[in-house]
Structure formats: C-alpha cells, structure tokens
C-alpha cells in the first residue's frame, strides 16, 4: 500500500508488500503480510528504499540458528515516520529516519559514554523479536508469525523499529544515498574516523577491498591519511580502490618472493600506522598485526568471522611490539549524533557516497540486487520499494 496518510492507518495493522525470506537460500518471495502498529518506543516506518548488506546474504544462506524462516531481511534503509508508539517524543509522523541495526539507548552506561557505542541495554544480536519485547509486529496472511532481523527488517514496505534504532535525519540528502549510512559505509568510514581516529599524514592498510573496506579507504581519505595500502587478492580491486583513495595495492596472492608483511613494511617504512582487516578472517587479523608500525600501530578488526573462529598472536610479540588491537561494530559509531555529521559531510560534497551506488532496482525485482552481490558485480544495489 502507498500514499495512505497516517490519519487512516494510525494504530491499526497495515496490509502491505514484504520480500519474504521462506526458506534458506532460496529466492524471497513478494507476498502481503500485516505489519502491527507500534507498540510503546516503537515507531512505524513507512520504507522508501533498501539497499542489500552481505549481512543480508550471510542470514538467507545460513541454515542454522541464529538463522530462523520465515523471515524479513534487510538492515540497510530511510524511510518515513507512518505512526509512533507511546513514550515516543523524539520524532514524529513525517519524519525522515534511518533505521540501525546497532542501538543507541541514550540511556545507558555505554550510550553516555564517549569511549563506547556499544549499548548495554539492548546489546547487539541477532534476534528474531523486537529488541524490547522480544516479540513480533509481523503475521503473513494465514496470521503466522514473521521473524524479524537485526531490529531493522526493510525488506518490506511497512517495518516497525523500536525508538533505540531509529536516526531522525536532514530530508534533503536523496533516500538512495542515505540509506547507505544505515550499515555499511558507515561501518567503514566510522573504523577509520572514529575507532582508529587516523591522522592527517598517516599511513593506512587496508584487508578486502569490498564495500566495507573500500568505506575506510574514503573515511581514511577524508581523514588526511597520505598513504592507503589496499590488500587483496583480486588484482581488478585495485581500480575500483584509487576512485576511493587507495594509493597503493599489495596482490595478497601474487607477492613473488616476499609476504603481504614485507610488502606492507617496504611501502611504509616499517609497517603501517593503521591497519583494518575487512574480510572475517582470523589468518588475516594476524597478518593485519603484523602489518602495523611497532610502538604505536592499531588493528583494527570489521571482518565478521565465523563462530568459534580464534586469533593466535604470540605473547612475546604483544609485549615487544607496543600495537593495539582494536573491534570496530558500526564503526564506532553513535548512531543518533554521528549519522546526522556523515549526511551534512555528504551534502557539503566531501563523503562521496554515490561511488558505492552501482546498481538500482524496483522492489519487485529484490532477487536480482541477491544475484548482482553474489556474483561480486555491485558495491551496494538500492532497491525502490515503490517503484
Ligand atoms: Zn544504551
Ligand atoms: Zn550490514
């Protein structure tokens, strides 16, 4: 349904379009669903548009819990504020927001703190409910229940997102670059801005030159940095890096005689000053170590790995070698004061947000954004839920 104003629909169940994820790995399926009004400090979203994460991807393929069908995936979006619950008084019907997987409570120990954005009320998981109920605001037509993911859901017209995951943000930035600052690039740019906080004239290498890490080459970038390594396999990752920044490019599987370590330390002059690992590899968490300038280098880890997944790193080394090894979720970011500063960088033309968009597609053609990131063609596809 679209064009509805809220004055209809204000605290009755919405009928509307959902890209349902049925089964593992299989294409989603365009069916109508009821989505609940909100229930208190939670707020009914009317989605613009989406774009596709890997996250997305991992969470349709993955069998196991924490995978659970039938699910709405989806955690990178803007949209329009339909109707609010009780107890919500920092936005309105109308608003523009941003919708984020990572909460920011505003409350709690963390979220008043500036070392943290890690908030310890609604910590990060991959829930199937609302973060605050630890129910579901979605039923198909039969009335059986919908799973959520990542307290976002956008792969659907109509979402409900509890108040701690929601960014009221300038309406003037274009829905189909804003929605990008939901996960990705903002996970990226916020490593290099706000974890690492790389300085004018440092030196910077980056692990997997995907969206993530292409993200931190432009947050790198737009930090001072004078030299940004990127490290990959695929040789082609060097063209798409120097649009972001990337001044120089070690092929991790072509090094001739010497290791990604030696080629690191000789571009830089014994190692680099930040180092970001993208990928989700322990292997290359240790190789990222390694990489970084003795004394005062940073690790910086973004690459989710598997579960169980372990770091060796010798402790004769940590002592000796003076580096920091660092977790960046959402980049470090606090949703609620650092998104609105990325959007005004936007706009004032220095965070170059449209490089990442390759691809746009209608809703109807969802699995076709699944397609373009699986065979590795698209950096982020938007997807237009009305058009
Ligand atoms: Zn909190
Ligand atoms: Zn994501």
Not at 227 to 247: A, L, S, Y
Not at 318 to 335: E, N, R
Request: aromatic share 8%; charged share 25%; with cysteine.
């Amino acid at each position: 349904m679209d064009g509805k104003s809220s004055s209809e629909t204000r605290g009755k169940p919405i009928r509307c379009r959902a890209a349902v994820c049925r089964k593992p790995g299989e294409p989603l399926v365009i069916e109508e669903i009821m989505v609940a009004p909100p229930m208190a400090r939670e707020v009914r979203i009317r989605v613009i548009c989406t774009s596709l994460c890997q996250s997305d991807i991992t969470f349709w393929k993955l069998k196991d819990f924490p995978a659970i069908f039938p699910r709405i995936l989806g955690h990178e979006a803007i949209g329009v504020v339909e109707s609010v619950g009780e107890d919500v008084d920092e936005v309105t019907e109308g608003d523009t927001v941003i919708p984020i997987f990572l909460s920011d409570c505003g409350e709690c120990g963390d979220c008043n703190s500036k070392k943290s954005n890690l908030c310890s009320k609604f910590p990060f998981k991959v829930s199937p409910w609302m973060p605050r109920y630890e129910t579901s605001r979605f039923t198909d037509l039969k009335g059986e229940v919908l799973y959520h993911f990542l307290s976002v859901s956008s792969f659907t017209e109509y979402t409900v997102v509890d108040i701690a995951h929601v960014t009221k943000i300038d309406s003037s930035i274009p829905p189909n670059r804003a929605c990008l600052l939901s996960c990705g690039v903002s996970t990226g740019f916020g490593a290099a801005w706000r974890t690492a906080n790389v300085e004018t004239g440092s030196t910077v290498a980056i692990f997997g030159l995907g969206s993530i890490g292409l993200a931190v080459a432009e947050g790198a970038r737009l930090c001072g940095a004078t030299k940004i390594i990127g490290v990959d396999v695929n040789p082609n990752k060097f063209e798409i890096g120097k649009k972001f920044g990337v001044t120089d490019f070690v092929n991790a599987g072509d090094c001739g005689n010497k290791s990604v370590t030696q080629m690191v330390n000789e571009i830089t002059g014994g190692g680099a000053d930040y180092c970001f690992e993208c990928v989700g590899l322990p292997s290359l968490v240790q190789e990222a170590y390694a990489c970084c300038r003795k004394g005062w280098g940073k690790a910086i880890v973004l690459g989710v790995a598997k579960p169980g997944s372990q770091v060796n790193l010798s402790s004769y080394d940590v002592l000796h070698s003076g580096k920091t090894l660092m977790g960046s979720l959402f980049g470090g970011l606090k949703a609620k004061t650092d998104i609105p500063i990325l959007i005004k960088r936007y706009l004032d033309k220095e965070l170059q947000l449209d490089k990442f968009v390759t691809h746009e597609v209608k809703f109807d053609d969802i699995n076709k954004a699944f397609d373009l990131l699986i065979e590795g063609q698209s950096l982020r596809c938007v997807i237009w839920m009305d058009k």
